[in-house]
């Protein structure tokens, strides 16, 4: 229940918190998040039964949703469009290394100073970073604070087909990720005999180096492949693709090494995702909807993937078994990369009608 109450507080404030983002200063908006998610984590330590858990881990869902659609749109305006994936790469290297090391260090602390001392060892540098946020440097672009946002400026967005058709291969993707990220763990101890602590350890080591590297090579792919005319919707569909096997193979071998060397290799295809997805959903709509669309985004691919894919393959490992609850999110993975693919085509044609357009107006 904490996790999905999270998440689905998490995808629900990212909208109206992401169209004020295109309204507002971004950077007060980052500055409150951080406070709201650091005040809420703090309390976390300090609660004195699961309801009041509940409704602390929830608030974590407010801030957290106030960050990444500002923070993106930040980024967008404070750098050129060709480095988008890359910057947006180095962006998430942050997120996920903090997430990585948070899962590790947390069996750690908590196993020598208690769970609560988690909560207010990682509550309280949220404070210096929230006044520290508050100072950045952020230009007054008009889109900013004096365009107003119509609702058919909203709907624009769903009119889009590179945008659905990204957005139904993020669900499907996040599905994926979701659903492993979940049961990776009870997996390797089910069917390999490892200990909870064991298996914690070695995924997290994995994922910790494969992932970064992952996060950081896609990035980059994807600039140098955009300043060719290539949209940056192409690497992301190539990491998926290539990671579809690996996650065969993890499923059906016996062998230990043989599945943490897939894991590896699939670890890092799928990192590729992080940085040119967010440079994709800023190349499909208007500057004045990037914090929009990316807070719909966030939305619909949490709501729809990732919130209840945990408990789809826990039922299904329960009529089933675990092993075969894991095909789906490998066929959900190629989906996804399928749907990515399609983005590729269309977003193609969509850049040869500019090229041809602005052509024209060159002649005349």
Not at 5 to 32: C, E, N, Q, T, Y
Not at 82 to 104: C, D, P, Q
Not at 136 to 162: D, G, N, R
Not at 191 to 213: C, D, E, K, P, W
Request: net charge positive; proline share 3%.
């Amino acid at each position: 229940m904490l996790g999905t109450v999270f998440m689905i507080v998490h995808s629900v404030m990212s909208v109206p918190l992401g169209i004020l983002a295109d309204k507002w200063i971004r950077r007060k908006i980052i500055s409150f998040g951080v406070i709201v998610w650091s005040l809420a984590t703090f309390l976390s330590g300090i609660v004195s039964n699961f309801h009041q858990l509940l409704a602390a881990r929830s608030i974590v869902g407010i801030g957290e949703a106030a960050y990444a659609p500002s923070a993106t749109s930040l980024l967008a305006d404070k750098f050129p469009e060709e480095k988008r994936a890359a910057v947006n790469s180095t962006f998430h290297l942050g997120m996920f290394a903090g997430g990585t090391l948070g899962m590790i260090l947390a069996g750690i602390i908590g196993t020598y100073l208690g769970w609560r001392i988690c909560f207010f060892i990682v509550g309280v540098p949220g404070f210096i970073l929230a006044l520290l946020s508050w100072t950045i440097a952020e230009e007054k672009q008009p889109h900013l604070l004096q365009v107003h946002l119509e609702k058919e400026s909203v709907y624009s967005i769903f009119k889009t087909m590179p945008f659905i058709t990204n957005l139904i291969g993020g669900i499907l993707l996040t599905f994926t990720s979701g659903s492993i990220i979940s049961w990776i763990t009870i997996f390797i101890v089910r069917y390999h005999n490892f200990t909870v602590s064991q298996a914690s350890m070695s995924i997290g080591s994995i994922v910790l180096v494969t992932g970064l590297a992952g996060i950081y090579y896609g990035g980059n792919l994807a600039d140098r492949l955009y300043k060719n005319g290539t949209p940056r919707s192409f690497v992301i569909a190539l990491g998926f693709l290539i990671a579809t096997p690996l996650l065969f193979i993890i499923v059906i071998t016996q062998n230990i090494i043989i599945l943490l060397l897939s894991l590896s290799a699939a670890t890092f295809f799928m990192s590729w995702y992080y940085g040119p997805s967010v440079a994709l959903i800023q190349d499909i709509v208007p500057s004045s909807l990037k914090a929009t669309a990316y807070a719909f985004y966030i939305f619909f691919i949490h709501l729809l993937g990732d919130t209840g894919a945990p408990s789809i393959i826990g039922r299904i490992s329960d009529v089933s078994s675990l092993r075969t609850a894991f095909y789906i999110p490998v066929a959900t993975n190629f989906l996804g990369a399928l749907f990515l693919l399609l983005t590729t085509k269309l977003m193609k044609t969509r850049m040869k009608r500019h090229i041809d357009i602005v052509s024209a107006q060159d002649k005349n």
